[in-house]
């Protein structure tokens, strides 16, 4: 089974459908998507419209919590700042972005034994939390096993990895970042969104049985930053994207 994981397109409607092209013609199982749909940019109905027509199950970011309590005004629809880019979402939009759920699980019977796949946004246990590559392994571990997850499917950081860490009862566990759609941070200004393979003989015994493909996708920056430039938005979300 091949499933697709995506995560912070942040409103880049250049980003989204250079990587929704690439993904179509993969030919996929399933496709999530781990949230942060909006933000840093001008496109946020666009993308929601996009990741809705689709039937793509997504979760919230902690951008797309932002919607709960905004308020907003013919002013705050011109003020430059950072917070233009929630302004622009429409109250279709907002309602969708309140009621998307903090996590999803999927549990798989693999040779008679339980694979727990679960996405979360930032952690388990916050979707404000960083789970960076070099996060004490330890504190890891313990959240895993709180959340009985064999494979922990995160975003928010904007930096991709893969992580395989060996539990107490000799079993392994995988931590995987997925990296930005839409405004990556490792220094490649390319999309990145992730293939996860799981076949019959995949096991928490044997790290190898779970593939996983980091997929980089090239995009028209430029109109990403020229967007930026020619909004109220701050131009240095521009140079972010040029620079990854």
Same mark, same amino acid.
């Given at each position: 089974?091949?499933?697709?994981? &995506? ?19 993969? @030919? ?46 013919? @002013? ?31 549990? &798989? ?21 960083? +789970? ?18 064999? +494979? ?11 992580? +395989? ?8 566990? @995988? ?38 493909? &980091? ?21 240095? &979300? ?7």
């Amino acid at each position: 089974m091949k499933i697709a994981l &995506f995560s912070d397109i942040h409103a880049n409607l250049p980003a989204l459908e250079a990587m929704l092209k690439d993904l179509d013609a993969r @030919h996929v199982d399933a496709v999530y998507c781990l949230g942060d749909l909006v933000g840093y940019n001008v496109w946020p109905n666009e993308v929601i419209a996009e990741i809705r027509k689709r039937n793509i199950a997504t979760l919230a970011g902690n951008h797309d919590l932002k919607v709960k309590k905004l308020v907003t005004t013919e @002013h705050s629809l011109s003020e430059p700042g950072k917070g233009y880019a929630y302004h622009l979402i429409d109250t279709d939009g907002r309602k969708y972005l309140a009621t998307l759920p903090a996590h999803i699980r999927l549990e &798989f019977k693999l040779n008679d034994d339980a694979l727990n796949i679960v996405l979360a946004h930032g952690s388990t246990r916050s979707v404000d939390e960083y +789970i960076l590559e070099d996060l004490d392994e330890t504190y890891v571990l313990e959240m895993m096993d709180e959340a009985k997850a064999d +494979i922990l499917c995160v975003g928010h950081s904007h930096k991709p990895y893969h992580r +395989i860490l060996e539990a107490d009862d000799n079993n392994y566990k @995988h931590v995987i970042n997925l990296g930005s759609v839409g405004k990556p941070k490792d220094g490649n200004p390319n999309g990145c969104y992730v293939i996860l393979t799981l076949s019959e003989t995949s096991s928490v015994t044997d790290p190898s049985s779970v593939q996983v493909e &980091f997929i980089r996708v090239a995009y028209d920056v430029e109109r990403a930053a020229r967007a930026v430039e020619d909004s109220p938005l701050p131009n240095e &979300f521009a140079d972010m994207l040029r620079n990854g």
